[in-house]
């Protein structure tokens, strides 16, 4: 039985009085208890069609032909056709969120920022469960245990904003299983989630969905959740479908070139040195207008660091404070004793779990974080600067040095600034050149992130999240900086505009000598940018090493589940999701007892050679290390 059955489905939008076809006649089926991923590209139509299954569809959009016909198991002999019910109707109103739940992919804009995660949670159950308060707890607390929160009942009581994004995504899958849909809408739902997570999530929704008979439509653009996850794939592309069919044909028979091309625009670990990502659409960097020094290729071994970090620790305090002192106060060791250092020209990775203390590191090198201890000196080989201790015009002229390109070039761009403005605006606070040379900066970095000049005009809105990451990036370029710092700047994109971006970071760093710290969570595209790599668990580095040493031969046991957490868009190296991290990985009392932190032993880099080093207790042997 299908669950979901469109045929001929047709979306237009009116924009300024035009009508336009986004979906252009598109069929496809979800059947009982089985998995379908929709995959495509951003822009491709994927969203729109989720938005019309949920009744949810913008103003200016519409259902302009086909049928959405929904059969709920729990009346089969009852068929809705989803398109023909009014908007805001009572029929819709019961099916979305009830019957039909749904994971969106950004959760920071669809949780609401003034109510906590249990309210938001319990909003949902006792609109089409309704039940006592006592059972609803019981019953979110579960969920939220299930979705892995390790403390359920403080988590009940968390507002948005104080959960990391793996978190928050991890909240919007309990808001969605809550009522035990028939179907799971899950657009792009492990977009913003590290790979252990990822896999617990997956594993979560299979478990769910041979519990409860759920049907799954995966909206996606990983292909390596895909090949873990579904049992059909639909590939759409501009609102129409390329090619559909079983996993194992899609995977072993590619046929349309624009599959072919999606497949091979994923990173992964088989790439041979130097070789590139295939992306649909290369965006190339020119050169730049204003010439840099020549990169410098080689690095003289006694050469100091570009930057050098020693001891940083971070804690934050969480919770409320009563009137008279009392409250539910935490404190959280964010960063704890963390050090590396950057050459210039390298790019070192930083990846881990949300959480873990990646983006407070880089907040601290940025100076929007001050730290509890530790220090930061940054040598441009003009003599090194105590990063930490500047004030006033010196700090603002170091901020020319390092910029910063953030994961979400949505929030990350404001709203009322043309591209012009965005991009002129820290040439004019650090007084770079008259009006007539900032206008010409700005077009050289257009052309060098590979966007058209004449675009200079438009807000960010008009452009798709590729797009709007390039004038991200060409916004970090402005300063012409001696380090960027790159955090997860390729999450939110699909693979094809992932490999864009991807290629064109190395493209510049090529051209103009720069040197990255790459934070991400996505190892695949870590191992294809970064020269070393170091792996930060619950506040410490616990390893270190060359990218090929990393990935050949992982010392800790945080690094082992990590890597063994990554799904390959491979049907013959499937996951094994029961294995993945038990516990999560971050959890030390897995590991074993070399790595393992205890009140009286103190832990240290120990070097396995070749600048290979991993945190273990002093007395160790090389035996237990690997």
């Known amino acids: 039985m299908d669950i979901l059955r469109i045929s001929d489905l047709r979306i237009g939008f009116t924009v300024h009085g035009f009508a336009r076809d986004v979906v252009k006649g598109v069929s496809l089926r979800v059947p009982a208890g089985k998995t379908v991923a929709l995959v495509g590209e951003s822009g491709s139509g994927k969203s729109v069609i989720s938005q019309a299954i949920m009744g949810l569809l913008p103003r200016a959009g519409g259902v302009t032909g086909g049928e959405i016909l929904f059969r709920d198991p729990l009346d089969r002999d009852t068929v809705i056709d989803i398109a023909g019910l009014t908007a805001e109707g009572e029929e819709i109103r019961a099916l979305r969120g009830g019957r039909i739940g749904m994971i969106f992919q950004e959760p920071m804009s669809s949780l609401s920022p003034v109510h906590t995660i249990g309210n938001q949670i319990e909003e949902a159950l006792q609109l089409h469960r309704p039940t006592d308060d006592a059972s609803a707890r019981r019953q979110i607390e579960t969920m939220l245990r299930r979705v892995g929160f390790k403390d359920p009942a403080r988590a009940y009581g968390y507002y948005p904003f104080e959960l990391s994004g793996g978190l928050r995504q991890r909240a919007m899958l309990a808001m969605a299983l809550i009522c035990q849909p028939a179907l799971l809408i899950a657009d792009e739902p492990t977009t913003a989630l590290d790979v252990t997570i990822q896999a617990q999530v997956l594993d979560l929704m299979r478990d769910l969905q041979a519990e409860m008979g759920m049907a799954i439509l995966l909206i996606t653009h990983d292909l390596g959740v895909v090949a873990n996850m579904a049992d059909e794939v639909v590939v759409i592309y501009h609102g129409e479908i390329m090619e559909s069919g079983p996993v194992e044909d899609i995977f072993r028979r590619p046929r349309h070139p624009y599959l072919k091309a999606l497949l091979k625009a994923s990173p992964h670990f088989d790439m041979q040195e130097g070789e590139r990502l295939v992306a649909l659409r290369e965006a190339r960097a020119q050169p730049a207008a204003t010439p840099r020094a020549a ?63 990646k983006t407070t590191v880089s907040k601290i090198i940025m100076r929007a974080v001050t730290p509890d201890a530790g220090a930061v000196t940054f040598n441009d080989g003009f003599g090194p600067t105590d990063v930490l201790s500047l004030q006033g015009e010196e700090l603002r002229r170091f901020r020319q040095r390092v910029q910063m390109i953030f994961q979400d070039p949505v929030s990350s761009l404001s709203p009322r600034m043309t591209v012009m403005n965005i991009l002129r605006e820290p040439l004019v606070i650090h007084e770079r050149g008259d009006g007539a040379e900032q206008t010409a900066r700005v077009r050289s970095l257009m052309e060098s992130v590979g966007l058209d000049p004449r675009f200079l005009s438009r807000y ?109 868009a491979d049907l013959d190296r499937k996951l094994d ?50």
């Open 295 to 357: 990169p410098v290729i080689s690095r003289p071994a006694n050469a100091p660091p570009l930057l050098s970090v020693r001891h940083l620790r971070k804690t934050y305090t969480t919770g409320s404070r009563g009137f008279f002192g009392k409250g539910t106060q935490a404190t959280v060791l964010a960063v704890d004793d963390v050090g590396f250092d950057i050459a210039r020209g390298e790019c070192l990775g930083l990846v881990g779990e949300s959480g873990c203390g």
């Open 460 to 568: 960010p809105h008009s452009f798709s999240g590729g797009q709007r990451q390039r004038i991200g990036i060409a916004r970090a370029l402005a300063l012409d900086p001696d380090l960027i710092v790159c955090d997860e700047p390729v999450s939110a994109l699909d693979v094809s505009v992932q490999a864009q971006i991807l290629n064109l970071l190395k493209d510049l760093q090529a051209e103009r000598g720069l040197t990255f710290l790459f934070i991400s969570h996505n190892l695949a595209v870590v191992n294809y940018m970064a020269d070393r790599i170091a792996v930060m668990a619950n506040g410490h580095i616990v390893e270190l090493a060359p990218r090929h040493a990393l990935f050949a031969s992982p010392a800790h046991p945080y690094t082992k589940a990590l890597l063994r957490s990554v799904p390959f």
């Open 577 to 626: 999701f029961k294995l993945v991290a038990p516990g999560g990985a971050s959890d030390y009392s897995h590991w074993a007892p070399a790595f393992r932190p205890e009140a009286g032993v103190s832990l240290e880099p120990l070097s396995l050679g070749e600048g290979h080093y991993v945190l273990a207790r002093p007395e160790a042997n090389h035996r237990e290390l690997v």
